[in-house]
């Protein structure tokens, strides 16, 4: 079964992608305009539904959740948001997989609820403590509404240019272009603040007690592998990585098969 559905969370909507039934994974997306938590997963849910449960939030901001009245967008609202969204569906255990600022966010919420998340996949991974914006990134969270904006970002994405089709853009293109109005609050300039908003204090991921796959493209321009992911890999008490060459950002796309493969290996069956 698959449903989008509203969930009411402190007052405020957030539209979540619900798929599969089984133990919950929580699949927390990427920061780049027209981003949405089904747009982002429900290609890898597919694999993983008869599995599990997946839930993927628009996280506010971004798709049709609302960044809520008063406040703006960040790494506290998010993983609150995301604590609060678990707590209102009933679901007291779960693993969470997030990629690129969602992976910030999916650590902040395991050191948060460490009695809750079992599991982190962190793809592509923003939150390394003292990690630069890289000018890559910057030129996403810029990135105007529309085809040249879509395909200029595309590019960046990926490291397989072939992928950046027309189909793909006008498809980013329509979803900026929807989610225009929200997503314009949320990283305005100097972008640098947002990046360091980002980054998670060693104390905080030291307080990850659930054991944590890392994954990164050897190629990825927008979180690269040796600022991002590898400084994690001091900080983690039970950590381990795995690096795909001739990849960029979003392992999920690149190499589809083998990120579904460890994905399922590290949740395993009935986790």
């Excluded at 919950?24 to 747009?39: A, D, E, I, Q």
């Excluded at 993983?48 to 049709?64: E, H, K, M």
């Excluded at 947002?194 to 990850?208: M, Y």
């Amino acid at each position: 079964m698959t449903a989008l559905r509203t969930v009411t969370v402190d007052g405020c909507p957030v539209h979540v992608f619900d798929s599969g039934a089984g133990p919950t994974v929580l699949m927390l997306h990427g920061s780049g305009p027209g981003t949405t938590g089904s747009g982002a997963w429900a290609t890898t849910a597919q694999a993983l539904g008869t599995s599990w449960r997946v839930l993927a939030p628009d996280q506010a901001g971004f798709g049709r959740t609302p960044v809520p009245e008063g406040a703006r967008g960040g790494l506290k609202l998010w993983t609150e948001q995301a604590a609060s969204l678990m707590d209102a569906l009933g679901v007291e255990r779960y693993a969470v997989v997030g990629h690129s600022m969602g992976g910030a966010v999916a650590l902040a919420l395991a050191a948060a609820r460490p009695e809750q998340v079992t599991r982190v996949v962190a793809v592509s991974t923003m939150g390394a403590p003292g990690a630069p914006l890289s000018a890559d990134l910057d030129a996403i969270w810029a990135a105007p509404a529309g085809p040249l904006g879509a395909r200029d970002m595309l590019r960046r994405l990926v490291h397989d240019q072939a992928l950046v089709t027309d189909p793909a853009v006008e498809a980013r293109a329509a979803a900026m272009r929807a989610g225009a109005a929200a997503y314009a609050s949320l990283f305005p300039p100097p972008r640098a603040r947002w990046a360091d908003d980002l980054a998670l204090p060693a104390r905080t991921l030291a307080a990850v007690r659930a054991p944590v796959l890392l994954v990164h493209g050897a190629e990825d321009r927008v979180t690269p592998l040796a600022a991002s992911t590898l400084p994690l890999l001091g900080h983690l008490a039970d950590v381990r990585l795995h690096v795909l060459g001739r990849c960029g950002h979003v392992p999920a796309v690149e190499h589809p098969h083998e990120f579904r493969h460890l994905l399922s290996c590290f949740l395993g069956p009935g986790r």
